[in-house]
């Protein structure tokens, strides 16, 4: 089945405490991206990556970082994690060439408190 | 700052009545989709209009785009309880990368049997 997936899907952590939140996807796409989700915001992107080794800030970079050492996988890193890092995050994928490129597909969400 | 803004911010409809929900956006794009979110759940693409269609459809959904207004619309017909969600519009700016995706926040739509 043809999916994005994230781990954990659920986390509790206090601030400071270094954390890393997983994406993993099956469909061979190039584009990897980060959002986080708040109430009344929207979504906003964090980081984006066109392919291996490639990344690019988003919206709203400040606090994460990311690396893209494969192409299935592009994980979130909180090195220093505040409390205005509390929210919803979605990692998705998308190809960058064919019909279907731009339309990218989300992962489960993961929802992060940080106290 | 935002690129799309949805209007209404809520709906709450009758099964078997349309749905319509607008999005305005500020700068030119490439393409406009739109993407709905059941509660809590990642969101799943239904639609990508390009600047150049004026209107597009996919089963029970049409989507308007008119760039002179920089404002889109989706319309779900005889629309069902599984509708029951919240929708976005995304955009891109046609000057970034079409990839670079910034998000409205969103219409929840309320279906009742």
């Known amino acids: 089945e043809a999916q994005v997936t994230q ?47 490639v990344t690019d800030k988003g919206d709203v970079p400040e606090g994460y970082k990311v690396s893209r050492k494969e192409k299935r996988n592009f994980p979130l890193i909180l090195e220093s994690p505040s409390p205005n890092q509390t929210s919803l995050y979605f990692c998705a994928s998308s190809h960058t060439g064919g019909t279907r490129r731009y339309e990218q597909y989300f992962g489960p969400g993961t929802r992060l408190t940080v106290t | 700052s935002q690129q799309g803004e949805e209007d209404p911010q809520a709906l709450s409809i009758q099964e ?65 309880a599984a509708d029951t969600a919240s929708y976005f519009c995304a955009t891109d700016g046609r000057m970034d990368s079409s990839y670079k995706l910034i998000f409205g926040s969103g219409t929840r739509l309320l279906v009742r049997p």
């Open chain 2, 16 to 80: 078997g009545e349309n749905a319509t929900m607008n999005c305005s956006y500020k700068t030119s794009i490439n393409n406009l989709q739109w993407y709905r979110q059941n509660s809590g759940r990642g969101l799943v693409h239904l639609i990508l209009i390009r600047s150049n269609e004026r209107e597009k459809h996919s089963g029970r959904l049409r989507v308007t785009l008119d760039t002179s207004k920089k404002s889109s619309s989706l319309l779900i017909t005889a629309s069902r």
């Open chain 1, 7 to 53: 781990n954990p899907r659920y986390l509790i952590t206090v601030t400071g405490k270094k954390l890393t939140v997983t994406c993993s996807q099956n469909m061979n796409h190039e584009y990897m991206s980060w959002y986080r989700q708040d109430p009344g915001l929207g979504l906003r992107q964090i980081y984006y990556s066109m392919n291996v080794e």
